[in-house]
């Protein structure tokens, strides 16, 4: 597949992914932080039903992938391992998120939107690359 093809596929895909997080809500951290409060009475169950309304959707992609390529071109979980790495990583995943009701797919889309969501993105995007140099 030629690099611009690639490129285009992976817009695409991306815009998909975040009109789906605009259209459910999902860029509101307000609604987030109300599926996180489950203790404080204010639990409001709204990501929850996006998340298991888009398993079949990922299943049914993943199982189209294998059918339309050789198993070895279809990509697979690299490490099956629970290591201090996941941990740690999962904890600061967690941790920002439910301080600040943003995860990463919906902060891009909301820089879009608002500006100062910068804020929480350009720090984002600073850790990630320097998860990727301490990595390599």
Not at 41 to 70: C, E, K, S
Not at 101 to 129: E, H, K, N, Q, S
């Amino acid at each position: 597949m030629s690099p611009a093809v690639r490129l285009l596929a992976a817009l695409l895909a991306g815009g998909l992914f975040g009109g789906g997080l605009a259209l459910s809500g999902m860029i509101n951290p307000a609604i987030v932080l109300g599926f996180l409060d489950i203790a404080g009475g204010q639990w409001n169950p709204n990501l929850a039903a996006v998340m298991i309304a888009a398993i079949p959707v990922a299943a049914g992609l993943f199982y189209l992938a294998r059918l339309t390529r050789p198993a070895n071109q279809v990509p697979s979980t690299p490490k099956r391992q629970i290591d201090w790495k996941l941990i740690v990583g999962a904890a600061l995943f967690g941790i920002g998120w439910g301080l600040a009701g943003i995860c990463p797919g919906p902060a891009l889309v909301d820089v879009t939107i608002d500006g100062r969501f910068l804020v929480f993105a350009l720090p984002m995007i600073v850790g990630l690359a320097l998860g990727n140099r301490l990595r390599a």
